[in-house]
């Protein structure tokens, strides 16, 4: 056991835990002043769900002994067996509890994620039900895929850093799904819906971008080259990616918003995750720039082409960047970065490429279909979307008896 890899891993733990509270804020200001709260409420309540799930049953399921390359076995059921000694398979320098910590904080953002899609409408029982069922039945198995020792996307050959497939294709494309089924928001496209709160945005992207060097770097498990590589790369997709949107809104509206740019710089941060510790910087600032971009048209262009009321852009930033990142690293990846990963397309192996997006499609079709069938499975016992009067009230003072600002009209 190294303490230096320890300690660094442990901070890479709560800098990714302080991405959810982050991603609370960068969500919560972008709803207006009468769903504030519940929007807040939705990444506070998966930090506690999630963490306890994680304890009780998450953490088997996903990393958990192989089961036929599908899903974990249940012998760490409540974290049995996981204690101090380190785990050779996963992480040979820290201890195994500190593992399992660092992966529990992407098991809590991820359905944290989803939320941006259904702001301004859903039930809150609901939608708690929603996050277990999801985390059991999608990124858990999801996870074992793609990370856990025996599991067949991971034997295929996929790569994916720190959570490409497994945060951000996931919860992208399940929150897609969440919105097509609840339906646009009353109002939608007749009244104002503009952002009530920009400052409260912009510093939760800060938040975000700053906890995404625990979640990119954190993943190389230890306080080593490969960590301060995957940093640099994460900063340097951020960027380009906040300057793509910027050119590419000013060339298509004519002016360069602050919103814009600090969500362009989340859209590269997404990009780059599943590539972060297999490209170079050259790559990731080429990939932050495509990143930027394509999510922009998907924001700006198609959602209002294709009407689906994907709320805070959930599927935008996420679904869009995760497939893009996740296909990037099929063509960029070297081994000369990672010598545990694999060639792309542009080192001579077109064979990764084709093998990421098996990967991607995989993932995605996974997603959709069990996204569905657990909504549907909901709306059997109980109402996903709150009532007209509710939605017309604010969700605040009828989900949760509380007002954000009550001495301010």
């Known amino acids: 056991m190294d303490t230096g890899d320890t300690s660094f891993v442990l901070i890479s733990t709560a800098l990714v835990f302080l991405m959810t509270p982050g991603l609370a ?14 929007t807040l409420m939705h990444s506070w309540i998966v930090l506690g769900i999630m963490s306890l799930q994680w304890i009780l049953v998450g953490y088997t399921l996903a990393f958990g002994p192989d089961y036929h390359g599908i899903i974990g076995s249940l012998n760490w059921l409540g974290l049995s067996g996981v204690g101090v000694a380190p785990n050779p398979d996963y992480a040979a320098t820290i201890p195994a509890i500190v593992f399992m910590a660092f992966q529990m904080m992407f098991a809590v953002i991820t359905p944290a994620l989803i939320s941006g899609s259904i702001a301004e409408r859903m039930r809150f029982p609901a939608f708690i039900v929603f996050v277990l069922l ?73 938040l975000l971008w700053f906890g995404w060097f625990g979640f990119n770097a954190g993943s190389a498990l230890g306080a080593n080259g490969l960590a301060a590589m995957a940093f640099v790369n994460t900063n340097t997709a951020a960027a380009a990616a906040a300057i793509a949107w910027a050119i590419v809104e000013r060339l298509h509206r004519g002016k360069s918003t602050v919103l814009g740019t600090a969500s362009g710089a ?20 080429f990939i932050g720039l495509v990143g930027g971009t394509i999510c922009y048209f998907t924001i700006s262009v198609m959602k209002a082409k294709f009407g689906y009321d994907d709320a805070l852009d959930a599927f935008g930033c996420h679904g869009i960047g995760g497939t893009w990142g996740a296909l990037a690293t099929g063509i960029f990846a070297t081994k000369a970065i990672n010598p545990a990963g694999a060639d792309g397309l542009f080192y001579g192996n077109a064979s990764l490429l084709g093998i990421q997006a098996e990967s991607v499609v995989i993932t995605i079709v996974f997603a959709v279909v069990a996204t569905f069938i657990i909504l549907k499975v909901i709306s059997l016992v109980m109402k996903l979307r709150v009532s007209e009067e509710q939605e017309a009230n604010g969700l605040d003072l009828s989900l949760h008896g509380e007002e954000a600002y009550p001495y301010f009209i």
């Open 25 to 38: 804020l960068f969500y919560g200001g972008m709803v207006r002043k009468k769903n504030v709260l519940s």
């Open 266 to 285: 989340v859209a590269g941060l997404v990009a780059i995750t599943p590539g972060a510790g297999f490209v170079t910087p050259l790559s990731s600032i």
């Open 134 to 206: 999801w985390a059991t039945f999608v990124y858990d198995p999801l996870a074992h895929w793609i990370w856990g020792v025996g599991g067949f996307l991971r034997n295929l050959g996929a790569l994916d850093f720190a959570g490409g497939n497994v945060v951000h294709i996931s919860s992208g494309y399940s929150a897609l799904i969440v919105a097509i089924i609840l339906g646009k928001r009353k109002g939608l496209g007749k009244e104002s819906m503009a952002p009530h709160h920009i400052p409260m945005t912009i510093l939760g992207a800060g």
